[in-house]
T-cell receptor
Framework: GAGVSQTPSNKVTEKGKYVELRCDPISGHTALYWYRQSLGQGPEFLIYFQGTGAADDSGLPNDRFFAVRPEGSVSTLKIQRTERGDSAVYLC?????????????FGEGSRLTVL | DQQVKQNSPSLSVQEGRISILNCDYTNSMFDYFLWYKKYPAEGPTFLISISSIKDKNEDGRFTVFLNKSAKHLSLHIVPSQPGDSAVYFCAASAVSGTYKYIFGTGTRLKVLA
């Protein structure tokens, strides 16, 4: 498809488990962002990739969270030892250039529920 | 520390009237601002943006106003339509900064038919 694709759309897991969330950005977009949206809140920045490298990972809450983008296209957000507080919608977005003067195109999100 | 604030969690407006959504920011380094609209179970979609070199940007029924001295921006929708009912987020970034967009908490707009 032409838009940002995220899988899975829904993930239910148990506390302590490992989770991977995948993002397939718009073809040709070099910038890729991960955001987390909790209930009643706005999207919270997690990490930004420019190409293959993480240009800014200052939003990752702790070392249980990690993201990769090995070939500069698809990205995977990895969460180890999940906690109930990790439950949220994880949004991926991409943009054409060096991010912050252009619009972000968002996917529909991956809803993570940690029981 | 909420750098981008939307102090009205919800707003109801009659169809055909003007909707005004407000956003305040605290970081004086922010110089690019965007508004996003979000429907349930969908990702946010871009609506309109404004650079700090301007104080107004208009696109059809949507106009964004920026008051840099007050660190305040607003989105005007006129005339409002029932299809405009959604959650609206403002976002800000610093061109000379680290490229991350900071979002507000959103305002839920309901346009009544």
């Amino acid at each position: 498809g032409a838009g940002v694709s995220q899988t899975p759309s829904n993930k239910v897991t148990e506390k302590g488990k490992y989770v991977e969330l995948r993002c397939d950005p718009i073809s040709g977009h070099t910038a890729l962002y991960w955001y987390r949206q909790s209930l009643g809140q706005g999207p919270e920045f997690l990490i930004y990739f420019q190409g293959t490298g993480a240009a800014d990972d200052s939003g990752l809450p702790n070392d249980r969270f990690f993201a990769v983008r090995p070939e500069g296209s698809v990205s995977t957000l990895k969460i180890q030892r999940t906690e109930r507080g990790d439950s949220a919608v994880y949004l991926c977005a991409s943009s054409q250039g060096a991010g912050n003067t252009g619009e972000l195109f968002f996917g529909e999100g991956s809803r993570l529920t940690v029981l | 520390d909420q750098q981008v604030k939307q102090n009205s969690p919800s707003l109801s407006v009659q169809e055909g009237r003007i909707s005004i959504l407000n956003c305040d920011y605290t970081n004086s380094m922010f110089d690019y601002f965007l508004w996003y609209k979000k429907y349930p179970a969908e990702g946010p979609t871009f609506l309109i943006s404004i650079s700090s070199i301007k104080d107004k940007n208009e696109d059809g029924r949507f106009t964004v106003f920026l008051n840099k001295s007050a660190k305040h921006l607003s989105l005007h929708i006129v005339p409002s339509q029932p299809g405009d009912s959604a959650v609206y987020f403002c976002a800000a970034s610093a061109v000379s900064g680290t490229y991350k967009y900071i979002f507000g908490t959103g305002t839920r707009l309901k346009v009544l038919a």
